[in-house]
């Protein structure tokens, strides 16, 4: 089980940490990643992290801005949000990839939070 946490409502310019707590399963083996959706639209991908934590991977719209890590000893990852945009608005899901080298697509992660919702105000 996946249980994401830490979503809120952020001015402009402001500052979240997400976190997603892993339990029942093989955590330290699962490459892991951050997806995002609005009402309507397809779940985006936000970022993504190996199971080593030492390769990450970032959509283009969030990069330099947030940042995904990492605690195998805590079984959670985690998505440090910076210099939040209203556009960056939305359910926030964690999602485990347990099978897959292919960090980018939503169909790629078996394993899914309930989602966390973080809205940024103007």
């Known amino acids: 089980q996946l249980q994401a946490s830490g979503g809120g409502l952020v001015q402009d310019g402001g500052s979240l940490r997400l976190s997603c707590a892993a339990s029942?399963?093989?955590?330290?083996?699962?490459?892991m990643g951050w997806f995002r959706q609005t009402p309507g639209k397809e779940r985006d991908f936000v970022a993504a992290?190996?199971?080593?934590?030492?390769?990450?991977y970032y959509a283009d719209s969030v990069r330099g801005r947030f940042t995904i890590s990492r605690d195998n000893a805590k079984n959670t990852v985690y998505l440090q949000m910076n210099s939040l945009k209203p556009e960056d608005t939305a359910v926030y899901y964690c999602?485990?990839?347990?099978?897959?080298?292919?960090?980018?697509?939503?169909?790629?992660?078996?394993?899914w939070g309930q989602g966390t919702l973080v809205t940024v105000s103007s």
């Open positions: 029942g399963g093989t955590f330290t083996s699962y490459n």
């Open positions: 992290i190996r199971w080593s934590g030492g390769t990450t």
């Open positions: 999602a485990a990839n347990t099978r897959s080298l292919i960090f980018r697509r939503h169909g790629e992660y078996d394993l």
